[in-house]
């Protein structure tokens, strides 16, 4: 399938909101033994679960390591395609394509330039040379032509579209030093607007507490529900951290309008109580230099916001916490003809993300 050579927006393309419906949606299969623990087993066993729930919805893809083909392939899981698809970890939301499409039944494929959340700078593993094939193959699985940002670094959890011409990140993953440092601000929403075929970018200072491995991605604190509305991860407890980020966001989101004008409705969800790494769940990720080391005590950037809309289904992560059922009754009521499909996602988020960070949709034009 060809590269193209001008942007979305140029030829008319857009990524629309995720609740638009899918075609399917890409996973990768986890093995990495430094990120993953005991030989990525319960991980896996999370994934296989967050594959076969998806499935009852739509099509699936998942790309596997050939290490693990014959493993995958006799799960023989229902409306599952499985894939060899070389990769260095599993977050295809971050390495896979963006789709676009167009008014006219097209669809495309954004492939943006990946340096493992920061490159030499700040990344969290090297090499990323499989991850970064990833978009190109997506495309070439899907049949459809796609754009290469090679002169710009970007992962998908960093962006939410409304469908609608408005774009919701962060200044601390978007601004930080490990992926455009060449870049200003201005300059990182021009490209945003051009590859998204968008209006207006919005601009949240900060993600969520101690979402480090991201650099605050967006995808765990705010996602869009609506066009004009918006869920927000929140926390009540004033000496928490996470409190003053979510307020700060609130202020902000609550100070804008989107691109067509409309002043943003932020529904707040508590986020669960502070989940830790216990000593026996660091004891079993191998330590490997150049990889950030997994450390008992160490807290995990825990939210409900990262869960995925898919058609007929919300995916959501659950942590065996008080707060799960207020996250359920929230979303229930924002989305009243899907099925909210609650998943203890503890496994995944030991991994540094969550539902949302492993899936990728692909939109039906
Ligand atoms: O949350 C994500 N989008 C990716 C997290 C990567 C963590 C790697 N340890």
Redesign the pocket.
Known sequence: MRINDKTPKQDGYYMPAEWHEHRCTYLLWPERED?WRENAEPAQAVFQQVIQTIAKYEPVVVGVNVSQYAHVLEMNMPNVQVVELANN?A?I??CGATCVINGRGRLRGVDWKFNA?GGLVNG??FPWDQDDFIGAKMCAIEGIDRYRTSDFVL?G?SIHSDGEGTILTTEECLLDEGRNPEMSKEQIEEKLKEYLGAEKVLWIPKGIYM?E??NG?V??ICQFVAPGKVVLAWEDNEDDPQHERSQIALDYLESQTDAKGRKIEVVKIHVPNPVTITAEEAAHVDQVEG??PRKEGDRL?ASYV?YYNCNGAIILPIFDDPHDQAAIDTLKELFPDKVIEPIYAREILL????I??ITQQVPKP
């Open positions: 990120n970890d977050w939301r971050d959340w969290l593993y992962e959890g979402d491995d991201t991605h995808d765990n990889t950030f950037p990262n991994g540094g993300g969550n949302h960070c």
